[in-house]
């Protein structure tokens, strides 16, 4: 295909925005393009426009995709995306997706490009109808991917489940650690979002002089989000220990964030310029404005 020819087939699928109701068809012939990219661009429209009438014509092309070429899993990824968007809830598609592996060359070896697809499937998953075992197994392998992004994914999943099971799953995630501070961020919001009761002693833990100082800026980070008055508790315990400059800076910053007003109130007690700054940051900084 000449670019001109290219150029005029994605001008053409912009075009049926303005025009919904016309673009069933076009869209659907779209689909069916050896040309991944337009797949994608047709996908795509497919979710904004809600088209669900295309699912049937979005799984067939997921399909062929898997089998034929799809550089950076263009087509694969937008479909996926589409299909959660159309409420699509059989769990067979994201299963395939989750599964999918797609090793492409990159200077000096490869890189496997399929991350961003199992993450959006492991979202997807999570809606479709499983027994909890099932879905408790999918998740925990999604949670151990090679791919950090995939890991991220899957602890965000674990906590919106809805499945009580999930929580010791996250904590023994936690406590077996990963080489990306990132995962274990993830996996303390999640624990503090789904058990905040419980779950603040146990992030707690994690502010100890003994952890590398990235785990205890994302377990502040995750404490300062929770509506647990002793989240914040732990965060002042956590100030008047020996801190480095990057963590006691991370630390203000986190604290102005926090949703809790005892946040800005320990932050205006504090009485230094660096405290003060980060108070202009947050959602109370109003109430302790001084003339």
Request: hydrophobic share 50%.
């Amino acid at each position: 295909m000449s670019k001109q020819a290219f150029d005029a087939k994605i001008a053409a699928l912009e075009a049926l925005r303005g025009v919904p109701l016309d673009a069933q068809e076009p869209l659907r012939r779209a689909l069916r393009d050896r040309n991944n990219f337009l797949v994608s661009k047709a996908a795509a429209m497919a979710g904004d426009l809600f088209v669900s009438a295309l699912i049937p014509d979005l799984l067939a092309a997921f399909d062929r995709t898997l089998v034929d070429p799809d550089p950076q899993c263009w087509a694969k990824n937008a479909i996926a995306k589409a299909l959660k968007e159309l409420a699509h809830h059989d769990a067979d598609v994201y299963l395939k997706g989750l599964s999918h592996i797609q090793m492409e060359p990159v200077w000096g070896g490869q890189v496997d490009t399929a991350a961003t697809l199992r993450g959006t499937c492991v979202l997807a998953l999570i809606d479709c109808q499983l027994p909890d075992l099932t879905m408790l197994t999918h998740l925990a392998e999604a949670l151990a991917d090679p791919e950090k992004a995939v890991r991220v994914d899957a602890a965000i999943a674990l906590a919106r489940a809805g499945i009580p099971e999930a929580a010791p799953m996250l904590r023994f995630k936690a406590l077996s650690g990963d080489p990306e501070p990132e995962v274990l961020g993830q996996c303390f919001h999640s624990l503090l979002q789904m058990a905040p009761g419980d779950s603040v002693a146990f992030v707690r833990r994690f502010l100890t002089p003994d952890r590398d100082d990235e785990i205890r800026a994302e377990a502040a980070s995750a404490l300062a989000q929770s509506h647990q008055p002793a989240a914040i508790e732990a965060l002042k315990g956590l100030w008047s220990a020996l801190l480095s400059p990057e963590l006691r800076r991370a630390l203000l910053l986190f604290l102005a964030a926090s949703p809790q007003r005892e946040a800005a109130e320990f932050l205006a007690g504090l009485n230094t310029t660096e405290a003060r700054e980060a108070l202009q940051a947050s959602r109370y900084r109003e109430d302790f404005k001084t003339d």
